[in-house]
């Protein structure tokens, strides 16, 4: 069974940071691209950040240039998304996103809110 679960979001203040994990089961983890997406309410969903299978390769949204980082760690079947210096406007729902191909998996997200 194809499982992305996500966690490590929660209320934080402007300024801090989080550490979001999504944890992959049930396919080849490694030869697929993982995306995080957010969705801030109201609005469209959006592209946050891309690594490739292999971890080699990252892409990132301008608004979380030099703030968020991606990672993953193949041998744990995970993805992260380090957020530092988190602002109001990055508070959304966040989905993690596994594609190869023409296959997409999808977690059901974890929730930041950063307010003071």
């Known amino acids: 069974q194809v499982q992305l679960v996500e966690s490590g979001g929660g209320l934080v203040q402007p300024g801090g940071s989080l550490r979001l994990s999504c944890a992959a089961s049930g396919f080849t983890f490694s030869i697929y691209m993982v995306n995080w997406y957010r969705q801030a309410p109201g609005k469209e969903r959006e592209l946050v950040a891309t690594i490739s299978g292999s971890g080699d390769s990252t892409n990132y949204a301008d608004a979380v240039k030099g703030r968020f980082t991606i990672s993953r760690d193949n041998t744990k079947n995970t993805v992260y998304l380090q957020m530092n210096s988190l602002k109001p406007e990055d508070t959304a729902m966040y989905y993690c996103?596994?594609?190869?191909?023409?296959?997409?998996?999808w977690g059901k997200g974890t929730l930041v809110t950063v307010s003071s």
């Open positions: 996103n596994a594609r190869r191909l023409i296959i997409n998996y």
